[in-house]
């Protein structure tokens, strides 16, 4: 079956530090890959998304590349605000599991001023 | 504005009673999904419906039940059979399955 593991928290970072979470899968197809952020007492919201192989997404500056070859998804950002202060979710769906999305269990970070 | 709304934020109710969570979308989304979120934990999906008048079940859908008449709607009742139904409710839709999925700002339930 599908499943993904993500780096456990809590992270703790001082704003304009490198923001690293580690993100690897398993599936059973081709799945997609995504990124979702969650502030404090709000639902999930879309970060970045990849479809296929060597793909990267990317917004608000907050990247992450699909590699194939070590099934990873890793999110990265080079300066981080006090305004990224929230949980961070990778998921996944393919057709093998009628493109349901699976959840990794979250990484929860806080960025101090 | 196109989005999801879930009301209410906050729901207290007492043990032994049913209750019904609102989903609403007027995305003119064909899917549709609820999750259950608890404390550190990723999400676990309950229930989900591709088209209207159609629903299949998610990881833990015992003890919940759904509904999905009309496309903009899916609510989620929780009932007396559910064990521990205190935890946060996520609905969420996505134009067809496999698209990304986009989610309200949730209900919290406590039940005591």
């Known amino acids: 079956g599908n499943s993904v593991t993500q780096m456990e928290g809590p992270v703790t970072l001082s704003e304009e530090a490198f923001l690293t979470i580690n993100c690897t899968y398993t599936a059973t197809g081709y799945p997609s890959l995504f990124w979702y952020v969650q502030y404090p007492g709000e639902g999930l919201q879309l970060l970045l998304k990849a479809t296929k192989a060597d793909d990267k997404g990317s917004n608000k500056g907050f990247e992450a590349t699909y590699r194939k070859e070590t099934t990873s998804f890793h999110l990265e950002k080079g300066s981080v605000q006090v305004s990224d202060s929230a949980v961070y979710f990778c998921?996944?769906?393919?057709?093998?599991?009628?493109?349901?999305?699976?959840f990794g269990a979250g990484t929860t970070v806080t960025v101090r001023a | 504005d196109g989005g999801i709304t879930q009301s209410p934020k906050y729901l207290f109710r007492k043990e032994g009673q049913n209750v019904t969570l609102s989903c609403e979308q007027n995305?003119?989304?064909?899917?549709m999904y609820w999750y259950r979120q608890d404390p550190g934990q990723g999400l676990r999906l309950i229930y989900y419906?591709?088209?209207?008048?159609?629903?299949q079940k998610g990881d833990i859908a015992e003890g919940y039940s759904v509904s999905r008449e009309k496309k903009e709607s899916f609510p989620l009742t929780v009932t007396s059979a559910q064990k521990n139904p205190t935890a946060f409710y996520l609905c969420?839709?996505?134009?067809?399955?496999?698209?990304?999925?986009?989610f309200g700002p949730g209900t919290r339930l406590t039940v005591t």
């Open positions: 998921a996944l769906s393919d057709l093998g599991n009628d493109y349901k999305l699976s």
């Open positions: 995305l003119n989304h064909d899917a």
């Open positions: 419906s591709q088209i209207v008048n159609d629903f």
């Open positions: 969420a839709s996505s134009s067809q399955r496999g698209y990304e999925q986009y």
